[in-house]
């Protein structure tokens, strides 16, 4: 049975890997990230590629060599709106100031997924990325302040959660639902297919 590592704390990816039947094990990445590109799609790429990587280094360390055949996954979650990457918000003035920019809107979310293999003791890596558009309905300001006293979008990139209240306010997604709550589960399955793994076997 080879042995998949999930790099995220992230308790909406454990939910969507479970649901499509995936087993693994979650060890969170542990590292000091570093953007070097501005295009959201790269970010992403970039992020998860380094997420992966602290979470490999540590099993390395711990088994003292690239465990063969182990497979980690790890992804980040952007969004974008008008070429503005809006990350997890720093307070609730930041939070409500990013959802009245969205509502009455369409922006762009990024997940980027990076697999890394242990073969031949190296990590072969393949990192994708997928983009859903998602349009807001238009949000009164105070039906937006009461979401954010929620608490709810205080750990979410872009200030909300589409599978929480706030999904309430969605009018529409062109692109993979799935990519929004956080994991595109479906084309990381096919990605993974192209290369030889079947994640569910």
Known sequence: MKKIVLASA?????????QVGIEFEVKPADGEEKITSTEPSKIVEELSYQKAMFTARALEKENGHVPEGCIVIGADTIVSYEDRIL?????????????????????QVYTGV??????????????FFECTDVIFYPVSE???EAYVDSGDPMDKAGSYGIQGA????????R?????VVGLPVARLIYETK????????
Not at 117 to 123: H, K, L, P
Request: overall charge positive; cysteine-free.
């Open 166 to 173: 706030w999904g309430a306010y969605v009018k529409g997604i």
């Open 87 to 107: 990350g997890k918000p720093a307070d609730r003035d930041k939070a409500i100031q990013m959802l009245s920019m969205l509502q009455g809107n369409t922006h």
């Open 114 to 127: 990076t697999v890394l293999t242990g073969e031949s003791g190296s990590w072969k890596v393949h990192t």
């Open 194 to 201: 192209k290369i030889g793994i079947d994640l569910r076997g």
């Open 10 to 18: 992230s308790p909406r990816r454990r939910e969507l890997l479970s």
């Open 175 to 179: 692109g993979d639902y799935n990519n």
């Open 142 to 144: 105070e039906e937006i």
